[in-house]
Nanobody, 124 residues
Framework: QVQLVESGGGLVQAGGSLRLSCAAS????????LGWFRQAPGKGREAVSC????????YYANSVKGRFTASRDNAKNTVYLQMNSLHSEDTAVYYC?????????????????WGQGTQVTVSS
């Protein structure tokens, strides 16, 4: 079992930056694929960035490419999402998740463990 706790959300002006953190406990993250997802009001949950557990291959949604960077620190058992040049469209609840596989997976249904979410609000 993996427990995930996100932090770092908040209110930021358009063009600003935030860094989200996701601390894991109960198990090490080495053997898991990791993902950052977001859900805006009235919309479904979408994958923002996903990292494989095998070689660190990373996926980014087209909407965030070049602006967001996901990383994992296995020593700290923590995964991060650096978000730059934020747009109002990035406003959502952001979740980190872990999947019981080392492969790169992007579908939310493939993830087994979820954090409670952290709100990111970008004002225009």
């Amino acid at each position: 079992q993996v427990q995930l706790v996100e932090s770092g959300g908040g209110l930021v002006q358009a063009g600003g930056s935030l860094r989200l953190s996701c601390a894991a406990s109960g198990s090490t993250l080495d053997d898991y694929a990791l993902g950052w997802f977001r859900q805006a009001p009235g919309k479904g949950r979408e994958a923002v960035s996903c990292i494989s557990g095998s070689d660190g291959t990373t996926y980014y949604a087209n909407s965030v490419k070049g602006r967001f960077t996901a990383s994992r620190d296995n020593a700290k058992n923590t995964v991060y999402l650096q978000m730059n040049s934020l747009h109002s469209e990035d406003t959502a609840v952001y979740y980190c998740a872990a999947a019981d596989t080392r492969a790169l997976v992007t579908g939310a249904h493939r993830y087994d463990y979820w954090g409670q979410g952290t709100q990111v609000t970008v004002s225009s």
